[in-house]
């Protein structure tokens, strides 16, 4: 027969894999974080006493790291009660572009994702692309690839075959966007459809390339800047119409690269 206590004690202990996305201080020494855990999906947590001075944990719970959790089940919110660092993406935090990119990815999954379960293939998503930052990848390329997989595994995949409105075939010419109709358009659907964008051919071609190829696949593909440009906009107009909501992050790293603001 089971101990009784052991078995209590398994209910109100959780042992979890985690990414930091972000923390707020919480109380006079506490933090509150955000987490993406492989068991669970997305989860709040309690981190107590990490902003004192001693804080053991204070180092293992920083945005980006990858950790292993023990937490206590409290009455409302899990509470940290040890965490050991397994991987901690050190590259991110030694260039700035390489920071904000990894934001943005965080921001990405943050926005897209509720506390509502295990979810592992975006888990490993996550923790896939933060990896990528950290090697002499084309960034741009990191980025546009995650958006797309991040857009399959949250029921978002944009139709990049067929005109999203008529069904008709994608022929080999600039197209439309529509990002309310959740993809490309043949050029009649596209110049009747409201806000529909163009998109160049070599754009479509790149997209799709990133859409059904794996990383290493995806990774071969050359880009010019103004090709990836072209991308970009593309997917944050999608993006921002999804979410209802501009993201904060782009901004920030179209600075970065001293380019001009562009409306989304």
């Known amino acids: 027969m089971p101990d009784r206590a052991s078995s209590e004690y398994r209910q109100r202990v959780l042992h979890l894999e985690a990414v930091v996305l972000r923390h707020n201080d919480w109380g006079e020494a506490d933090r509150m974080l955000v987490l993406y855990t492989l068991e669970l999906g997305k989860l709040s947590a309690i981190a107590k006493g990490v902003r004192k001075p001693r804080s ?4 293992h719970l920083e945005p980006f790291t990858r950790v292993n959790l023990l937490l206590a089940r409290g009455r409302e919110i899990p509470i940290i009660t040890q965490a050991e ?7 991110l935090s030694e260039d700035l572009v390489r920071t904000t990119c990894a934001a943005y990815v965080v921001e990405l999954i943050d926005r ?3 506390e509502e379960g295990e979810h592992r293939a975006l ?4 923790t896939d692309t933060l990896a990528r930052l950290c090697q002499p990848n084309d960034l741009d390329l990191v980025l546009r690839y995650y958006e797309l997989r991040l857009l399959d ?19 080999p010419q600039d197209q439309y966007f529509s990002a309310a109709l959740g993809g490309v358009l043949c050029p009649t659907c596209g110049s009747q459809i409201a806000n529909a964008r163009p998109i160049s051919i070599s ?6 390339h990133f859409q059904r190829s794996n990383f290493a696949e995806a990774a071969r593909a ?29 901004p920030f790293l179209r600075r970065l690269r001293k380019e001009p603001f562009v409306e989304s």
């Open 56 to 59: 053991r944990k204070a180092g």
């Open 85 to 91: 660092t397994v991987e901690a993406y050190l590259p």
């Open 112 to 114: 897209f994702s509720f």
């Open 123 to 126: 888990y490993h998503l996550l």
């Open 153 to 171: 595994l949250v029921g978002f995949r944009p139709q990049l075959f067929n005109c999203a409105n008529c069904g008709n075939e994608i022929q």
């Open 203 to 208: 754009a479509l071609k790149y997209l799709r």
């Open 222 to 250: 050359s880009l010019s800047v103004s090709l990836h440009r072209e991308i970009e906009a593309i997917m944050q107009y999608y993006l921002t119409f999804l979410l209802e909501r501009n993201l904060n992050t782009p």
